[in-house]
């Protein structure tokens, strides 16, 4: 069965400084990998998503992530960090099987200034 | 790009009424939509997938009775909270698929709040 793990609940950087949040998958088979981004008191904005072309994945807001099969990985990044992207950001893998999607527990980004 | 709008954003029922939440997919045919719970900062609960024209599939421990879902048309599902109690005061999120190779959409969200 899919699955994907977020590690740390919480990261803080300072504005301008480099974003990395981890993201790790469990699949038996190629995954559909997705990363959202959730605003208070909202839903959910794709950020971008990996469906076994490029491992290299570039979304918006200057977002990117990379898949490396080797570590099961998925860690989303961002060069510069900015006020605006203060959020929740969830890590989720497509599960054919189930027809659904199965969401890490989220991992809150602060930017302070 | 693929817009989900989900109606009302916010709602305030007493206990014991029923709420109805829609979740209309606005520029593509959504076969199947979803239904997500999400608890102060928490991750997302599947509550159930709608299928068009036919019944809903629940997720262990969802009672089919106090969540009723209806996806009547390729564009509309509606999730009907009844006899409401405040330990059901929750954020409710909706998504639509038009492939799920695009992702899915996700809409706004609606906050109940039972009192």
């Known amino acids: 069965a899919q699955s994907v793990t977020q590690l740390g609940s919480h990261v803080s950087v300072s504005e301008g400084a480099l974003v990395l949040l981890r993201c790790n998958y469990s699949?038996?088979?190629?995954?559909?990998l997705f990363w959202y981004v959730q605003y208070p008191n909202q839903g959910l904005q794709l950020l971008l998503k990996?469906?076994?072309?490029?491992?290299l994945v570039k979304g918006i807001n200057g977002f990117e992530a990379e898949f490396k099969k080797s570590e099961t990985s998925f860690h989303l990044t961002k060069p510069s960090a900015h006020m605006r992207d203060a959020a929740e950001y969830f890590c989720?893998?497509?599960?054919?099987?189930?027809?659904?999607?199965?969401f890490g527990a989220g991992t809150r980004l602060a930017v302070h200034p | 790009g693929a817009v989900v709008s989900q109606h009302p954003s916010r709602v305030i029922c007493k206990s014991g009424t029923s709420v109805k939440i829609e979740c209309r997919s606005l520029?593509?045919?959504?076969?199947?939509m979803f239904w997500y719970r999400q608890f102060p900062k928490k991750s997302l609960m599947l509550m159930a997938t709608?299928?068009?024209?036919?019944?809903?599939?629940?997720e262990q421990g969802v009672e089919k009775d106090k969540f009723l879902i209806n996806h009547a048309s390729l564009t509309l599902s509606t999730l009907t909270v009844t006899s409401a109690h405040p330990e059901d005061s929750s954020f409710y999120i909706c998504?639509?698929?038009?492939?799920?190779?695009?992702?899915?959409?996700f809409g706004s969200g609606t906050r109940l709040t039972v009192v």
């Open positions: 989720a893998v497509f599960s054919g099987g189930y027809n659904k999607l199965i």
């Open positions: 990996y469906t076994s072309a490029a491992t």
């Open positions: 520029d593509f045919q959504a076969t199947t």
């Open positions: 699949s038996s088979v190629p995954p559909y």
């Open positions: 709608s299928n068009e024209g036919s019944k809903a599939t629940y």
């Open positions: 998504s639509a698929s038009a492939d799920r190779v695009d992702g899915y959409t």
